[in-house]
């Protein structure tokens, strides 16, 4: 397992931007697929983007395909997840999670979690 530390959640008017970092604490993303998941308040936990640390290849959420960015920044080993054009749907605890995975978006794939942290969209 891998300790994550997130940030960069907080309050956005409808159309606004943010980016939420995810940052690994005692070693390196090598090998893993960095993902992120949120849960809306009352709804299930889903799978947002994710990004394979070494082959970099990223996948993505239907609701927030052209919207959203995922990158790795190797120098600070933090992936981001840029958030662009932000909705009161997309309104959730976002998660950073990471493992080694076949299927980056599966929950139970992963094995680290962060603690999350919370994304408001206001209209």
């Known amino acids: 397992q891998v300790q994550l530390v997130e940030s960069g959640g907080g309050l956005v008017q409808a159309g606004g931007s943010l980016r939420l970092s995810c940052a690994a604490s005692g070693r390196t993303f090598s090998g893993y697929v960095v993902g992120w998941f949120r849960q809306p308040p009352g709804k299930e936990r889903e799978f947002v983007a994710a990004?394979?640390?070494?082959?970099?290849?990223?996948y993505y959420g239907d609701p927030v395909k052209g919207r959203f960015t995922i990158y790795r920044d190797t120098t600070k080993n933090t992936v981001y997840l840029q958030m662009n054009s932000l909705t009161p749907e997309d309104t959730a605890v976002y998660y950073c999670?990471?493992?080694?995975?076949?299927?980056?978006?599966?929950?139970?794939?992963?094995?680290?979690w962060g603690q999350g942290t919370q994304v408001t969209v206001s209209s």
């Open positions: 999670a990471a493992g080694r995975v076949s299927n980056p978006k599966v929950t139970t794939a992963y094995d680290s």
């Open positions: 990004i394979n640390w070494s082959a970099y290849s990223r």
